[in-house]
Each structure stands twice: as structure tokens, then as C-alpha cells.
């Protein structure tokens, strides 16, 4: 199991945001590559299922921002979905970048770099997404390199129940008097507060309880995060984030 407690040399965990989506298209090659060549120990990916039941990178609900393709992911196969180009709405640099599996993303990275997987389910909820993500993981020998994130109460409940070894963290947004009752039956290892409400006194109430916690959001003073001692920090551009750790 990847124990994001067990921090790196004294210092958080550093998680590049969907790769490097600053620098290169999101959930792509391109930013995966870049966000490892910055220095991240994490990669953080958003995954989904297709028509034919494959699992594919990709953040949004639907594919007409990124690809000019009306509809979602789950309404086109695997093959169709991997001849849209989604590197030119970024740039044209980027043009004929495409989306990919997540079986190629796990071969790749494999003796390279750790995996933060989101599980993005539509408004349809597909049980094989969880399924599918887990043996893909299994597969390639990631178990112990790979942290699962939902916003999903019950994909981590099911991810759990396929495999207990695989580490999981809920994603949440907001204030809440009490954040652990969120998760008291979901045998989590870490949370995800978002960054814009995140203070001192939950951090400190997240470690107290046994759990990591693993902020994710925009947060641009990584001073103020790395003085309340999370567990990880997540950026969009590694590179800056590294820059900061380096000054401490």
C-alpha cells in the first residue's frame, strides 16, 4: 500500500495536478512526461469508462471543451474516443494529442513514478469503472504505487471490498464541523480537503484521527501548506512547486 503518511525525505508528497496541466495538455503523455521530468512523486490522473468498457484519461463530463465532440466519454468506444485530438485547444504545439488508457499509463509508468487515480463517474454510476481500474492496477503490479481518489462515497467502498491493499483518500469540498464522519465506514486511508477551505485545526484533526491528509485544489502559497504539515501537495506546474520545497 502507497502510505502518503510516510512522507519523502522530511517534506510532503509533491503531486503533479493531472501531469503538468499547466504546461501540456491534462491527462495526457505529454503532460505525464513533463510533470516526471519536474520532479513529481505523484502523478495525479482522472479516469473514466467508455462505451466498450475500457478505461480512459479524461476530466470532464463532457468532450466538447477539449475536442469539439459533442457528448461524454461513455457514449463512444475506446477506439473512436482515441482519434480526437485533445492537445490543440491548449495549444497547437500540442495538436493530435491524444487521449490514453489507462492500462498504456500504468505500463509507463511503472518503475518510474506513483499514480494518484481519480475515479470520475458520470451521471450514469458504472460500478465497472472501479472494477476495471482496480485489476488494471493489479495487472501491471502498481498495488503498492498507486493511491485511489473519488469524490464518490461508494467507489472507495467498492474499491476497498475488491482490494483492501490499495490506498484510498475522499475527495470533499467545504466546511464541515465534523469531516470524519464523512468517511467513518469507508476505511480510508487519507482525506482530500480542498485547499480554499482547508485551516491549521483540520489538518490537525485529520492527522489526530490516523489519516493522511492530501489537500487538492489551487493553492498558490505552498509556504502556508507546507507550515501546516500535509501530507501532500498537489500543483499544476510541479516545476514551481519544487522551486518552493527547495528553499526549505
Request: charged share 20%; proline share 4%; aromatic share 8%.
Amino acid at each position: 500500500m502507497f502510505d502518503l503518511r510516510q512522507r519523502r525525505n522530511g517534506r510532503p508528497w509533491l503531486v503533479g495536478h493531472r501531469g503538468a496541466m499547466a504546461v501540456a495538455p491534462e491527462n495526457t503523455m505529454p503532460a505525464l512526461t513533463a510533470g516526471l521530468a519536474a520532479g513529481a512523486d505523484l502523478l495525479e490522473i482522472d479516469v473514466q469508462l467508455t462505451a466498450d468498457k475500457q478505461v480512459i484519461l479524461f476530466h470532464d463530463t463532457t468532450l466538447t471543451a477539449k475536442t469539439g465532440v459533442s457528448g461524454m466519454i461513455g457514449d463512444y468506444t475506446a477506439e473512436f474516443l482515441q482519434t480526437l485530438d485533445v492537445g490543440t485547444h491548449f495549444s497547437a504545439d500540442f495538436a493530435g494529442t491524444r487521449m490514453p488508457l489507462l492500462d498504456d499509463v500504468l505500463a509507463w509508468a511503472k518503475g518510474r513514478v506513483a499514480l494518484m487515480i481519480e475515479l470520475k463517474h458520470g451521471p450514469v454510476f458504472e460500478p465497472e469503472l472501479d472494477k476495471t481500474t482496480v485489476d488494471l492496477i493489479a495487472k501491471h503490479g502498481m498495488e503498492d504505487h498507486v493511491v485511489i481518489t473519488s469524490f464518490d462515497q461508494f467507489a472507495l467502498k467498492r474499491v476497498k471490498a475488491i482490494n483492501p491493499h490499495l490506498a484510498t483518500s475522499f475527495i470533499y469540498i467545504g466546511h464541515f464541523l465534523d469531516p470524519l464522519a464523512l468517511v467513518q465506514d469507508l476505511q480510508v486511508d487519507a482525506l482530500s480537503p480542498a485547499t480554499d477551505y482547508l485551516t491549521q485545526a483540520e489538518v490537525d484533526l485529520i492527522h489526530n484521527a490516523g489519516y493522511a491528509c492530501s489537500p487538492g485544489g489551487f493553492w498558490w502559497d505552498y509556504s502556508q501548506l507546507l507550515s501546516w504539515g500535509v501530507d501532500s501537495i498537489s500543483s499544476n506546474d510541479p516545476a514551481s512547486l519544487q522551486a518552493v520545497i527547495g528553499k526549505r
